[in-house]
């Protein structure tokens, strides 16, 4: 069983609620129970406000005390908020009567007056104690923080994070949730003024069930599991005349890093391609194509080698189409055709191992270009995810952004986009073989289909 984690912060004003608020709202997710508990007067409504709005992302929301409908529910963009106040709550019947069930589907829960439950609520939980901070000013209150079940070691991180956030000049800076990826890193837009940062959350990622020869997929698959491979690839990225995001701030060790904001603007509008912007994509893949490039970088930790996209990792990816595809839409197919389908990439990955290896960003489509309007040329591009870069073939990154599953390319622009790399590969290596690259291209399209 895990031990409850617990933390105490002295909110000497409203600017440090609002911080704490802050903090908590970053944290939160969907079905999440966060419980406030002290006497009256402690400050559990301003916090649960707090808090609401910075979930919000609206410093003007109208928040109400719940204190006389009992349950008021927020149907907020990022996710939705019951905020319940028990205090005129007598008997266990009248909490069958609320009706929060009916409001609280992927919702965060925030209880006022919990002890009226009699310990009804789940083990996974976050109670705040508050209370009056005698000596330290009228606006100043104690709270105490305590992470029951899951919520331990999230309380855990969240208090490390303040501390990271602080040490690195961003304790007072405002924090906007960003969408994440497919992955177990978050991200945020930090605002201080005039400045601007992006936060990476990056968790080290815990290995999951072994799959194959007692391995976990992540392994053999040869995805990050920490945030040292997008260090490395960020500085040998921009060593070449790429843009990468600036590292302003980094703690390796914890998975921190603040990092330059690139902004929103993308490769795509309306669902479609931006010719030029995609023109400028496939040249700074050219560039990186250009010469070889070294499978091992420098870190803050010492060296660090890009794994081989070998044909473990590449078998294990296609093998998703029979394990977990199939399945899903009720298909099976016999084990004498599952023995042919991959006898048969198992040929075509003999042509891959044999091709030049160089870097493989591997998530080098429309979602993770951004575009920089006021650099020139192959800078315009930048880059925002790598971490999972591996030793492979060209043509990989090339078929990841011209097929994208995101993006429909037309026909028409991906030709003219292919012979665009092959005119740029050309010019530094009049012997490029774009037959081969193009049959090079077809395979690792369809393996990533």
Known sequence: MTEPFRISRLLANEEETRVLAMDLAMAVQPHD??????????????????????????????VPSPTFALVQPYDLKRLPVVHADLYRVSSHDEIAE????????????????????????????LEIELSLAPGRGPNARNAVL????????????????????????WGGSLRRHLQGDASSRSYERLLDGQRRAVLMNAPRKPDGPPVKNGLPYSRIAHLAED?????????????????????????????????????????????APIAERY???????????????????????????????????????????LDWYLPMK????????????????????????????????RDYHSPNLIWLAGREGV??????DFQDAVMGPAAYDVASLLQDARITVPEELELQLLSR?????RADDPAFDMAAFARLYAIMGAQRA
């Not at 990186?288 to 078998?315: C, F, S, V």
């Open 227 to 271: 945030m040292v491979p997008f260090v490395a690839m960020a500085e040998g990225l921009r060593d070449i005349g790429l843009s990468t995001p600036e590292i302003e701030a980094v703690d390796l060790d914890q998975g921190f890093l603040i990092i330059e904001d690139l902004g929103a603007d993308g490769v795509v509008k309306d669902g």
């Open 421 to 425: 790399y092959a005119a740029a590969r």
């Open 33 to 62: 129970i966060v419980t406030l508990e002290g006497d009256l007067g402690s400050g559990k409504s301003t916090l649960a406000r707090a808090l609401i709005r910075a979930i919000a992302e609206d410093d003007r929301l109208e």
């Open 330 to 361: 009720d298909a099976r197919i016999p084990a004498s055709e599952k023995y042919v389908f991959l006898q048969r990439w198992n040929e075509l990955f003999d042509e891959v191992a044999a091709a030049p290896q160089t870097w493989v960003l």
């Open 98 to 125: 609320l009706g929060w069930d009916e409001v609280s589907d992927k919702a965060l829960l925030l209880v006022e007056w919990p002890d009226r439950l009699g310990g009804a609520l789940s083990g996974d939980r």
């Open 379 to 384: 800078e315009r591009v930048g880059l925002i």
């Open 146 to 169: 305590t992470g029951h079940g899951a919520w331990a070691a999230r309380l855990a991180r969240m208090s490390a994070l303040r501390g990271f956030l602080n040490n690195a000049g």
């Open 279 to 321: 023109m400028a994509a496939v040249d700074a893949l050219a560039l990186i194509h250009a010469r070889p490039r070294p499978a091992t970088l420098g870190t803050p930790k010492g060296a660090y080698t890009l794994p081989p996209y070998d044909r473990d990792a590449m078998t294990i990816e296609v093998e998703l189409l």
